[in-house]
């Protein structure tokens, strides 16, 4: 398996993925990364709702893009869906989710896994077209969802762009 800052370095979002699954095994490991994720004051107030039936996946794609307007809106058809949700009171369930998400993201690098953030959900979860398929999934009415991890086999050579850092840093010495 290749060293963390190797899998920090070359992991790069998927927007294209194979129908090939994702073994039980590989994918229990990607969703405990993200149980093991930091969260503020330890509250771990999450829940993590992995959806692997892509017809299903499907329909949450499809409330969303009705809700949006958006034709063929479709996340990326991932193979796996992952969704952090958190205590809508939580004070810091955002960020909490945010970073387990990228736990989420460097483990399925890890595992040769493509995934990418899903965010249309974020502010929308509790309208009438959403909410009820989130009923459906088990996630709790007193939680709410900002982001989301589609997974997948990567469709496509895959190859990794060199890398660029991008943003300010500047050293106080
Ligand atoms: C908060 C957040 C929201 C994002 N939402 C989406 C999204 O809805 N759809 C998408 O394709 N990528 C989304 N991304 C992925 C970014 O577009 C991507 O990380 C960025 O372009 C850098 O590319 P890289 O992930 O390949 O390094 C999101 C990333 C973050 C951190």
Known sequence: MMDMM???LTRRSVRK???QPIPEDV???IVDAGLHAP???GSKTWKFTV????DKIQKLASAIAEELNRTGYNMYNPTVLIIPSNLRDSKFGKEDDAVALQNIFLAAHAYGVGSCWINQIQGICDTDRIRPVLDEFGIPADHVVYGMAALGYQEGDGGIHEFERIGDVE???
């Open 6 to 8: 190797t899998g920090i």
């Open 17 to 19: 993925y194979t129908d």
């Open 27 to 29: 994918l229990e490991a």
């Open 39 to 41: 969260s503020g004051r």
């Open 51 to 54: 959806v692997t039936n892509r």
């Open 171 to 173: 050293y106080v010495r």
